[in-house]
């Protein structure tokens, strides 16, 4: 039964090989979408770990998008086609993003990636402007994605930076001085706050003591709330995961604050109702709820997440948007008769805009695309819930860029 | 001096919830010297099963709540047999390892079951109450009363039971125990057992006032760990007293300085007290 | 003894030609050489973890922290300060070792798991700095444009491949110090120590400096590591420092080895592949991965570079007891843990 001296090395070797056979595999297991009659669409976002919900739900809007696509039929350049996603995992990591992003352009012949966080943006950014080039459809309301001059990147949703002015002026109409922060501490919060507390200095209001904390790590709420009541702010700024926006939002009018919330864009007023009393909601601005625009497709997409995805939430704008998105990189690439050469889809997109079919405008879908990427729509709206819980809607001037 | 009293309730209720969940922890910790990385997702493993009975079922939130401790300590019992039983020679590098691939898996069926998105469970405990100008409600007053029981419940138990007596006597001397015929074997399954219990308990208690995700044990899990070595790893008491002291420590840390240096104070805490007493405030004879 | 043709050698030669040659047989499938040059700054801060746990037998969490210290330093002098990549990536290397020192005057006055939560503590304050200090580190917003370093002559580092092969260099570098420190004075006097302080001192052994120096020399790995993954990555964000990575790189090194000299590099790379391969489950991966780390924790506690010495150990001290007298004793099977590397590669 002793082993013979051959096996021996040979054993060695096994491990010693692991790092090769692995290499081999892994190149195998990762081409799955590359037939000659398909469009693969790529997709790298938190799938797992702490913004697992946001992750998916961008990947169910431009999974819909897709399946309405496909539906409808895609003819590129005299060839039909059939559209794919094909989505990885990176948890919200900005290197791992990077490298989903090479792998899905590589090895799935993506020729459009879609990214939703700034971070992994910016690390794809470092990609697709020199050896691997794929068009980088960069969901992340953070103007710095698109002022670096990356040529190939494609600014989904509104800056932030339009919204600030507007909620401000909407809420300093009474005289309201004293604004309280309670912003979630991540990259997108921040920048918010930072924006937010210039925007109100600027007006001669107080900004008072910055109480962000990271929503996802707090066990209890009731403390940084108090902390901000306890300087009797006019205004609180807060946001993030609409979630626990809406328990921190409960908790302050539990402790008998009722003054305005200036509400960041990445809470969603329909998805807060579900999770507190609306009536706590009332007197805060904030972002237009999906189901409140009356563009062409809005209650088919409306309609057919309910059926599809969940009836448990609503369409949100992060659904919405992303679904628009997929349309137009698709009409693109028809435009430009070309499903592989990002460069040339890119450039196609100004005249994308206008061809793509209604059932695709959703909610603002986007009117211009600027020279450095940013989609666009003139129209922009904000939504106010009065006191007596109406929503009204406010139109927005949007900086130029 | 109102936002004094407010944040000291604050941190009352704080400090039980990490009471609870630590007390677990640092059980595991003297019975088996297991440092138990996973802790932290059986608690949020147990705040969903509360919120299945709870939500799905519709059993009442206290029956919720018991039913739960009950699956998450059989739960404890079978991670004990199949991750920790086959690795009780190992050092704990490995223990860590596989309690880290534990964790990863408990939140993947989290997530397979329950989805990603956040779940709210109310609590049929609702109102406040005010005292001297604090507003302070009901659930956490349950949160602190519900903790001091419990504790109470366990120091009899581990004190003056027979089966918990098995356990005092496995942290202090496992090879004279397993001499007068206690099985380490039973006690570690009847300590896992208890463990994830608490923390259910603590989950159970502390869902209505958050939200439940599969990722809501990730920051407890450092926190506790801060908290029993703080108390001096396997002391009960040490547990007690370094869940209301961080609480508090955090709680105030955010009123007074900033919310950046609350979230850090728990570890600057740690650094302070190991580096001037290397073996954590109450230290005992660590068996070896 | 079969010294020049022993299996180890062999073994180790392999892997050195297989990280060689891999880039040559991609066919231009720059995403696998993307995953091989991240894993190689991963594997040579797992190197540094080798150092203070597979020698010292103390668990460093801190790891993670060093790691980002090495990013953060790299990434912000060569954007913001426009210094060129070398001399940062001197910074960096200088600054871990040195923070490693003075840290370790501290942490290692504690043992054991207290150790463990010590360092573990540390390295989520270095995390906490990194993450919230905005007006120096960006916070979240994380640095972009890192520099590539300055090549000379023909060779230019922001070809992948060339990165690749100077990531490369510095592996073999970690792997090497590894070694020689375990064939050296002080690697002894290291196992000396780990086995009995008490015993170490009595025959006077610096417990306490010995003890810091290996600490330093782990946490400069890390920092150059740290530094390497800057430069590839271009852009860097808080998550290059968190206390995930940490677990990561212990992960790979209990998988790979510990106290081997092969083990961090084949950790490093299975794993890493591993989860690139399980990337097609999606949300789900974690519910194969998750128990595949506990099985092989649990059945390969020597991980597999330990798993195959032992297996050559045994192998050969059969073969040495049949023949004449065993040149070197091999009572693997004596050995308690996984940390023996009596008879490692």
Same mark, same amino acid.
């Given at each position: ?31 799955? $979408? ?7 669409? $790529? ?93 980088? $459809? ?84 009731? $403390? ?48 807060? #109702? ?117 929503? #009204? ?9 | ?41 059986? /608690?949020?493993?147990?705040? /969903? +099963? ?8 519709? +059993?009442?939130? =206290? ?6 401790? =009950? ?14 039983? @086959? ?113 259910? =308990? ?53 009123? /007074? ?20 007493? @290397? ?10 | ?45 797992? %190197? ?10 103390? *668990? ?40 490693? %020192? ?49 090549? !000379? ?16 260099? !510095? ?53 150059? &590591? ?32 510990? &106290? ?9 790379? *299975? ?73 490692? *590669?």
């Amino acid at each position: 039964m002793a082993p013979t001296r051959a096996i021996r090395p040979a054993t060695t070797v096994a491990a010693a090989l692991c790092t090769g056979a692995l290499l081999a595999t892994s190149a195998c297991g990762g081409g799955s $979408g590359s037939d000659s009659d398909t469009i693969v669409i $790529g997709y790298s976002g938190p799938l797992s770990g702490g913004a697992a919900a946001y992750g998916k739900n961008i990947q169910s809007g431009l999974q819909l998008a897709i399946g309405d696509l496909n539906d409808a039929g895609v003819t590129v350049d005299g060839q039909e086609y059939r559209v794919q996603l094909q989505s990885l995992d990176d948890q919200y990591a900005p290197d791992a993003a990077a490298t989903n992003a090479q792998r899905l352009a590589e090895q799935d012949d993506a020729a459009v990636v879609f990214i939703p966080h700034a971070g992994g943006i910016q690390a794809a950014q470092e990609l697709n402007s020199s050896r691997t080039e794929f068009l980088l $459809g960069a969901y992340s309301s953070d103007p710095k994605i698109v002022e670096q001059g990356n040529e190939l990147t494609m600014m989904i949703p509104p800056s932030f930076e339009s919204y600030a002015k507007p909620f401000v002026d909407k809420l300093t109409e009474d005289g309201q001085t004293r604004l309280g922060l309670l912003g979630t501490a991540s990259e997108y919060g921040q920048e918010w706050t930072k924006l937010v507390s210039d925007e109100w200095n600027s007006r001669g209001g107080q900004v008072l003591t910055d109480n962000s904390i990271d929503y996802a790590t707090v066990s209890d709420f009731a $403390g940084p709330v108090s902390r901000t009541l306890a300087e009797n702010p006019d205004v609180i700024f807060l946001g993030g995961p609409s979630q626990p926006t809406a328990v921190i939002i409960e908790e302050a009018r539990r402790q008998g604050y009722e003054g305005s919330f200036l509400i960041m864009d990445q809470a969603k007023f329909e998805e807060m #109702e579900k999770f507190t009393d609306p009536e706590n909601l009332n007197d805060s601005i904030g972002v237009k709820p999906v189901r409140d625009y009356d563009d062409p497709g809005t209650d088919d997409l409306i309609d057919s997440y309910a059926e599809e995805v969940t009836k448990e939430r609503p369409v949100t704008s992060e659904v919405a948007l992303n679904y628009q998105a997929a349309a137009i990189v698709v009409t693109a690439m028809q435009v430009a008769g070309t499903i592989d050469d990002p460069t040339a889809i890119r450039e196609a997109l100004p005249d994308a805009l206008g061809q793509v079919d209604d059932r695709f405008h959703v909610s603002g879908f986007p009117t211009e695309i600027t020279d450095a990427g940013h989609l666009r729509n003139a129209d922009l709206e904000a939504a106010y819930r009065t006191p007596e819980g109406e929503y #009204e809607y406010l139109s927005i001037d949007q900086p130029d860029e | 001096m109102t936002l004094f009293i407010q944040q000291l309730f604050d941190g009352l209720a704080l400090g039980g919830v990490y009471c609870l969940a630590a007390i677990g922890l640092t059980l595991i910790f003297g019975v088996l010297r297991i440092p138990n990385l996973a802790h932290g997702a059986l /608690y949020m493993l147990g705040a /969903y +099963v509360t919120y299945f009975f709870l939500v799905t079922v519709g +059993v009442p939130y =206290v029956a919720a709540i018991g039913l739960a401790a =009950v699956v998450l300590a059989l739960l404890g019992v079978l991670m004990e047999r199949l991750v920790f039983h @086959p690795l009780r020679n190992a050092p704990h590098t490995h223990h860590m390892i596989a309690a880290v691939g534990a964790m990863f898996f408990f939140q993947a069926v989290a997530q397979a079951l329950w989805g990603a998105d956040f779940r709210r469970m109310e609590s049929p405990i609702s109102g406040s109450v005010t005292i001297l100008g604090a507003q302070i409600s009901w659930q956490r007053i349950v949160i602190v009363g519900t903790a001091v029981v419990v504790l109470g419940l366990l120091t009899w138990f581990v004190k003056r039971s027979i089966h918990g007596q098995t356990i005092e006597a496995i942290e202090q001397d496992r090879t004279g125990s397993s001499l007068v015929g206690i099985s380490p074997s039973r006690v570690s399954m009847l300590t896992f057992g208890l463990a994830a219990a608490l923390a259910t =308990v603590a989950a159970g208690l502390v869902a209505p006032i958050n939200l439940l995700s599969p990722t809501m044990g990730d920051a407890l899990s450092l926190k506790v760990f801060a908290i029993i070595i703080l108390g001096g790893l396997g002391s009960l008491p040490g547990a007690v007293v370094g869940g209301f002291a961080l609480a508090l420590a955090e709680v105030m840390t955010s009123t /007074y300085v900033s919310a950046a240096a609350g979230e850090g104070i728990a570890f600057v805490v740690i650094v302070l007290v190991l580096a001037i007493r @290397p073996t954590g405030l109450f230290a005992r004879a660590v068996q070896r | 003894m079969t010294t020049t043709f022993s299996p180890q050698r062999i073994g180790t030669v392999l892997v050195a030609l297989a990280l060689l040659a891999a880039p040559l047989t991609l066919g231009g499938e720059e995403y696998v050489l993307r995953v091989l040059t991240v894993g190689a700054t991963y594997a040579i801060a797992v %190197y540094g973890m080798n150092l203070i746990l597979g020698l010292t037998g103390q *668990l460093s969490l801190a790891h993670g922290g060093f790691f980002g210290i090495g990013v953060y330093v790299v990434g912000l002098l060569t954007t913001d300060y426009h210094w060129a990549f070398w001399p940062s990536l001197a910074v960096a290397v200088v600054a871990t070792a040195v923070g490693g %020192y003075v840290a370790g005057v501290v942490a290692l006055r504690t043992h054991e798991e207290y150790f463990a939560i010590f360092t573990m503590a540390m390295g989520f304050i270095i995390f906490l700095v990194i993450s919230r200090w905005e007006s120096v580190t960006h916070a979240h917003s994380g640095v972009s444009g890192v520099k590539f370093p300055e090549g !000379f002559g023909a060779v230019d580092f922001s070809e992948p491949i060339v990165m690749y092969y100077l990531v490369l260099v !510095f592996l073999l570098g970690a792997a090497y110090v590894t070694y020689a420190v375990r064939r050296s004075g002080i690697g002894r006097t290291l196992v000396a120590i780990r086995t009995s302080e008490d015993l170490a001192r009595s025959i006077g052994v610096n417990v306490g400096l010995n003890k810091q120096l290996a600490f330093a020399a782990s946490t400069t790995l890390a920092g150059l &590591g740290g530094g390497l993954f800057a430069a590839v990555q271009g852009f860097v964000g808080p998550s290059a420092a968190g206390i995930d990575l940490t677990f990561e790189m212990l992960m790979f090194i209990l998988v790979g080895g510990l &106290g081997t000299v092969l083990g961090p590099v084949v950790g490093t790379f *299975l794993v890493l592949f591993l989860f690139e391969f399980f990337q097609d489950f999606e949300a789900y991966r974690f519910l194969v991965l998750g128990p595949i780390i506990v099985v092989l924790v649990i059945f390969a506690p020597r991980g597999i570079v330990g798993y195959l010495n032992q297996f050559v150990g045994r192998v050969r001290s059969r073969r040495a007891n049949g023949s004449r007298n065993p040149g070197r004793p091999h009572d693997d099977r004596k050995a308690e843990s996984t940390t023996d590397v009596k008879e490692a *590669l």
